[in-house]
């Protein structure tokens, strides 16, 4: 009997589903390893029991997190897809926005009696055995991990900077340039995505492993900053551990 697979979301817009999707025929190959029981975006029906969910999205409600905990008791393994399912995303910019100020930026005016929803990544509410990081993720990536967890190996993530993947590439530093960049306390495995098209990182990998030991951090104290520095604009696509 094929594994059988499920995709679920959350508070997301559900870019990392639409590109797993995105990789049509990979995608169609796929479907002759698995069996997909669960995926909103193509299909109706629940299954009673999955061997691998794969959950988008963060929490931002009670019923979002008695729904993920239903997920969670009928999964074998369970998936952070993406920054929002990493580290609460993009959505976590609500916890510094007082509700008058969100309101007006969503709607452009005050909204009577709105409730500010706080949401947090899934690891606050259930185990996740692995998780695919980035915003958007990376479909290959997705895949490699897939591969891993069928056939019993523990998925592994890059433990370097972002940092590296641009020296490779010979990218202009963008501290170089007087743009505060959050490549040396990134976790890599975007091949500097974002460099490579004139942006900086801005840190929806999350943070690599124990980055105040990084070798990169010399980068930061050669323009006069401190990991803490720049762990305090690390706030775009990631929520800080004191307000999980």
Known sequence: MKPRIGFFDFTCCEGCQLTILNLEDEFLELLELVEIVEFREIMTGEAAAL?????????????EAAR???IRERSRTLV??????DNAGVNALSHFCPPDELSNSAYGRKVADMEQRLPR????????DARV????????????LLQALLVGRTPELPAYAVCVECKLREYPCTFDQGTVCLGPVTRAGCNALCLAGGDRCRGCRGL?????????RRILEQHG???????AEFRVFNLPPEKS
């Open 51 to 63: 061997d691998i969910a794969f959950v988008e999205g963060s929490i931002a409600s009670p019923d």
């Open 68 to 70: 993920l905990q239903r």
């Open 80 to 85: 952070a897809l993406g920054a929002c399912a």
């Open 121 to 128: 990544p899934l690891e606050c509410f259930v185990p996740v």
């Open 133 to 144: 990081p980035g915003c958007p993720i990376d479909g290959r990536e997705f895949l490699g």
């Open 208 to 216: 690599v492993d124990n980055p105040r030991s990084q070798p990169y």
């Open 225 to 231: 900053l401190t990991v803490e520095d720049i762990l």
